[in-house]
């Protein structure tokens, strides 16, 4: 079985930019959540998608954003990029359920200059 | 609120045991999580605990109290690859797949 797949790997923006990452889950898991992990903080939840919707969110700005499609791929927004914004992005896949193993993607890692 | 602890780095001589500790003060629960994550990998799953107990595979346990709020993670034998950073986890149980994580704790091995 494929695990989840993540592109790009590596992104270089400049400040100001928006990017959009993508997610490719497990086939046959319905369930989508992106991280962002730096030294700092460690591994922060961002937004959680089920069916295409929306079942959770982080505290982040509104500048993040994401979305799932039919076939449960996602995908995230970032505008107007911040030097802050810079981060390893991990998504996780799960079959769905608060008890459910997570598995997470090799991550994007974005650069903002 | 959600506030999960866990020491910043841990040391170890291979073959030794450790035991890494999580406290945790969420607002909900639905179970704890260890993840393992090497640098510049993903974190992978290790265990998982919802009721009271040791839960042990092979050379790695993990621990739960859910009336202190705390866990642990116990590794055996230590080997040199399991130099990494450990990450505690909590379900918050609201039906959602999301985990709030400790901030992990790095784990390096000596020979």
């Known amino acids: 079985k494929a695990g989840v797949t993540q592109t790009p790997r590596y992104l270089i923006k400049t400040r100001g930019q928006q990017v959009t990452l993508s997610c490719s889950p497990i086939?046959?898991?319905?369930?989508v959540s992106w991280y962002q992990q730096t030294p700092g903080q460690g591994l922060q939840f961002l937004f959680e998608y089920f069916s295409e919707t929306q079942r959770n969110k982080g505290n982040f700005p509104g500048r993040f954003s994401g979305r799932q499609f039919s076939n449960s791929r996602s995908e995230m927004n970032v505008s107007t990029l911040e030097l802050g914004d810079s981060a390893l992005y991990l998504c996780?896949?799960?079959?769905?359920?608060?008890?459910?193993?997570?598995?997470f993607g090799p991550g994007t890692r974005l650069t903002v200059l | 609120g959600q506030n999960i602890d866990q020491p910043t780095e841990m040391t170890a001589t291979e073959g030794a045991i450790v035991q890494i500790n999580c406290t945790y003060q969420?607002?909900?629960?639905?179970?704890l999580f260890w993840y393992q994550q090497h640098a510049g990998e993903a974190p992978t799953f290790l265990s998982y605990?919802?009721?009271?107990g040791l839960e042990e595979k092979g050379r790695f346990s993990s621990f739960l109290s859910r009336s202190k709020g705390y866990s642990y993670l116990l590794l055996k034998e230590l080997q040199m690859k399991d130099s990494a950073s450990y990450l505690c986890a909590v379900s918050p149980g609201s039906g959602y797949s999301t985990l709030t994580f400790g901030k992990g704790t790095m784990l390096l091995v000596s020979p």
């Open positions: 969420t607002s909900g629960f639905n179970g």
């Open positions: 605990n919802v009721l009271d």
């Open positions: 996780a896949s799960s079959v769905s359920g608060p008890a459910a193993e997570q598995f």
């Open positions: 086939s046959g898991h319905r369930s």
